[in-house]
Protein backbone atom coordinates (compact mmCIF):
# COMPACT_ATOMS: atom_id res chain seq x y z
CA UNK A 1 0.00 0.00 0.00
CA UNK A 2 1.60 3.40 -1.58
CA UNK A 3 1.25 7.09 1.18
CA UNK A 4 -0.68 8.10 -2.33
CA UNK A 5 -3.35 5.01 -1.36
CA UNK A 6 -3.47 5.86 1.98
CA UNK A 7 -4.63 9.34 1.44
CA UNK A 8 -6.93 8.62 -1.22
CA UNK A 9 -8.40 6.27 1.33
CA UNK A 10 -8.97 8.57 4.11
CA UNK A 11 -10.33 11.36 2.01
CA UNK A 12 -12.69 8.95 1.00
CA UNK A 13 -13.60 7.78 4.52
CA UNK A 14 -14.14 11.27 5.36
CA UNK A 15 -16.39 12.41 2.29
CA UNK A 16 -18.53 9.05 3.54
CA UNK A 17 -18.73 10.28 6.83
CA UNK A 18 -19.76 13.65 5.73
CA UNK A 19 -22.46 12.09 3.70
CA UNK A 20 -23.43 9.91 6.07
CA UNK A 21 -24.04 12.33 8.09
CA UNK A 22 -25.62 14.52 6.23
CA UNK A 23 -28.30 11.97 5.42
CA UNK A 24 -28.99 11.20 9.23
CA UNK A 25 -29.41 14.91 9.68
CA UNK A 26 -32.31 14.78 6.96
CA UNK A 27 -34.04 12.11 8.53
CA UNK A 28 -33.59 13.29 12.14
CA UNK A 29 -35.60 16.93 10.33
CA UNK A 30 -38.20 14.28 8.29
CA UNK A 31 -38.92 12.87 11.34
CA UNK A 32 -39.23 16.22 13.48
CA UNK A 33 -41.42 17.38 10.79
CA UNK A 34 -43.81 14.81 10.20
CA UNK A 35 -43.99 14.70 14.73
CA UNK A 36 -42.07 11.37 15.11
CA UNK A 37 -39.96 12.88 17.77
CA UNK A 38 -38.82 9.57 19.32
CA UNK A 39 -37.90 8.39 16.01
CA UNK A 40 -36.11 11.99 15.73
CA UNK A 41 -34.00 11.61 18.91
CA UNK A 42 -33.32 8.08 18.14
CA UNK A 43 -31.27 9.26 14.47
CA UNK A 44 -29.85 11.90 16.71
CA UNK A 45 -28.56 10.34 19.13
CA UNK A 46 -26.80 8.14 16.30
CA UNK A 47 -25.35 11.17 14.92
CA UNK A 48 -23.75 12.04 18.21
CA UNK A 49 -22.45 8.30 18.53
CA UNK A 50 -20.49 8.74 15.09
CA UNK A 51 -19.15 12.58 16.59
CA UNK A 52 -20.01 13.53 19.79
CA UNK A 53 -18.38 17.01 19.26
CA UNK A 54 -21.67 18.04 17.16
CA UNK A 55 -22.91 20.87 19.19
CA UNK A 56 -26.07 21.54 16.54
CA UNK A 57 -26.99 18.05 17.20
CA UNK A 58 -27.04 17.93 21.28
CA UNK A 59 -28.50 20.93 20.69
CA UNK A 60 -31.61 19.55 18.38
CA UNK A 61 -31.91 16.81 20.89
CA UNK A 62 -32.07 19.37 23.50
CA UNK A 63 -35.13 21.26 21.38
CA UNK A 64 -36.60 17.76 21.08
CA UNK A 65 -36.60 16.82 24.77
CA UNK A 66 -37.96 20.17 25.51
CA UNK A 67 -41.14 19.55 23.37
CA UNK A 68 -41.94 16.35 25.09
CA UNK A 69 -41.55 18.17 28.05
CA UNK A 70 -38.49 16.05 29.30
CA UNK A 71 -36.82 19.17 30.92
CA UNK A 72 -34.36 17.21 32.71
CA UNK A 73 -33.14 14.87 29.91
CA UNK A 74 -32.73 18.32 27.78
CA UNK A 75 -30.25 19.69 30.71
CA UNK A 76 -28.73 15.99 31.12
CA UNK A 77 -27.88 16.35 27.39
CA UNK A 78 -26.76 19.75 27.68
CA UNK A 79 -24.63 18.36 30.64
CA UNK A 80 -23.18 15.60 28.20
CA UNK A 81 -22.08 17.82 25.93
CA UNK A 82 -20.33 20.67 28.21
CA UNK A 83 -18.48 17.50 29.57
CA UNK A 84 -17.68 16.28 25.95
CA UNK A 85 -16.64 19.69 24.61
CA UNK A 86 -14.30 20.70 28.05
CA UNK A 87 -12.63 17.19 27.67
CA UNK A 88 -11.64 16.92 23.92
CA UNK A 89 -11.42 20.50 23.21
CA UNK A 90 -10.78 22.66 26.30
CA UNK A 91 -13.88 24.92 24.93
CA UNK A 92 -17.15 25.71 26.77
CA UNK A 93 -20.68 25.01 24.73
CA UNK A 94 -21.37 28.73 22.75
CA UNK A 95 -23.86 31.26 23.87
CA UNK A 96 -26.86 30.02 21.96
CA UNK A 97 -26.53 26.49 23.45
CA UNK A 98 -26.10 27.64 27.00
CA UNK A 99 -29.05 30.48 26.39
CA UNK A 100 -31.09 27.39 25.51
CA UNK A 101 -29.89 25.74 28.10
CA UNK A 102 -30.57 28.49 30.75
CA UNK A 103 -34.53 28.76 29.27
CA UNK A 104 -35.25 24.76 29.98
CA UNK A 105 -34.10 25.60 33.27
CA UNK A 106 -36.34 28.48 33.81
CA UNK A 107 -39.52 26.52 32.11
CA UNK A 108 -38.68 23.50 34.01
CA UNK A 109 -39.67 25.90 36.79
CA UNK A 110 -42.13 27.85 35.14
CA UNK A 111 -45.94 26.72 36.46
CA UNK A 112 -48.12 25.11 33.33
CA UNK A 113 -45.45 26.31 31.26
CA UNK A 114 -44.56 29.90 29.21
CA UNK A 115 -45.97 30.67 25.68
CA UNK A 116 -43.42 33.53 25.65
CA UNK A 117 -40.52 30.89 26.20
CA UNK A 118 -41.80 28.56 23.76
CA UNK A 119 -41.59 31.32 21.47
CA UNK A 120 -38.08 32.64 22.06
CA UNK A 121 -37.58 28.14 21.66
CA UNK A 122 -38.96 28.43 18.70
CA UNK A 123 -37.14 31.50 17.16
CA UNK A 124 -33.94 29.80 17.92
CA UNK A 125 -34.68 26.25 16.28
CA UNK A 126 -35.65 28.49 13.25
CA UNK A 127 -31.88 30.45 13.29
CA UNK A 128 -30.64 26.90 13.95
CA UNK A 129 -32.07 24.84 10.66
CA UNK A 130 -30.04 27.44 8.54
CA UNK A 131 -26.35 26.07 7.32
CA UNK A 132 -23.70 26.39 9.54
CA UNK A 133 -20.58 27.37 7.97
CA UNK A 134 -16.62 28.20 9.68
CA UNK A 135 -13.54 28.96 8.06
CA UNK A 136 -10.52 27.73 9.57
CA UNK A 137 -7.06 30.02 9.02
CA UNK A 138 -5.27 28.66 5.89
CA UNK A 139 -1.94 25.94 6.72
CA UNK A 140 1.37 25.49 5.03
CA UNK A 141 2.51 28.61 5.86
CA UNK A 142 5.62 28.78 8.29
CA UNK A 143 4.70 29.03 11.52
CA UNK A 144 4.23 32.26 13.93
CA UNK A 145 4.82 35.32 13.02
CA UNK A 146 3.13 37.71 10.02
CA UNK A 147 2.48 35.04 7.98
CA UNK A 148 0.10 32.98 10.13
CA UNK A 149 -1.36 36.69 11.26
CA UNK A 150 -1.94 37.22 7.68
CA UNK A 151 -4.11 33.75 7.40
CA UNK A 152 -5.93 34.53 10.55
CA UNK A 153 -6.98 38.04 8.91
CA UNK A 154 -8.05 36.53 5.71
CA UNK A 155 -9.90 33.58 7.38
CA UNK A 156 -11.61 36.20 9.67
CA UNK A 157 -12.68 38.21 6.24
CA UNK A 158 -14.12 35.31 4.60
CA UNK A 159 -15.90 34.45 7.91
CA UNK A 160 -17.31 37.87 8.24
CA UNK A 161 -18.52 37.76 4.26
CA UNK A 162 -20.51 34.71 4.77
CA UNK A 163 -22.37 35.97 7.73
CA UNK A 164 -23.36 38.75 5.32
CA UNK A 165 -25.42 36.28 3.11
CA UNK A 166 -29.03 35.61 4.12
CA UNK A 167 -30.03 31.69 4.66
CA UNK A 168 -26.25 31.31 6.14
CA UNK A 169 -25.16 31.26 9.74
CA UNK A 170 -21.79 31.54 10.20
CA UNK A 171 -20.00 29.76 13.53
CA UNK A 172 -17.73 32.32 15.78
CA UNK A 173 -14.66 33.06 14.82
CA UNK A 174 -13.20 31.89 18.65
CA UNK A 175 -14.88 28.80 17.38
CA UNK A 176 -13.40 27.99 14.52
CA UNK A 177 -10.21 28.81 15.32
CA UNK A 178 -10.73 26.42 18.78
CA UNK A 179 -11.41 23.51 15.90
CA UNK A 180 -8.41 24.35 13.75
CA UNK A 181 -6.36 24.44 17.10
CA UNK A 182 -7.39 20.87 17.93
CA UNK A 183 -7.15 19.33 14.41
CA UNK A 184 -3.17 20.52 14.83
Not at 8 to 34: I, K, N, Y
Not at 59 to 76: E, H, N, P, V
Not at 78 to 83: A, E, I, N, S, Y
Not at 156 to 175: K, Q
Request: hydrophobic fraction near 45%.
Amino acid sequence: VTPEFDRWLDAERALFRARLSDLLMRLCEVCDAVGDLDGAISVAQQLLQADPLQEQVHRRLMRLYLRQKRYDTALRQFDTLRGILSQELGITPDAETNEMAAEIRRLRRAPGGDTAGKATIAAKEEAASRPSIAVLPFRGLPEGGEATLFAEGIAEEITVELAREAGLSGVARASSFMLDQADA
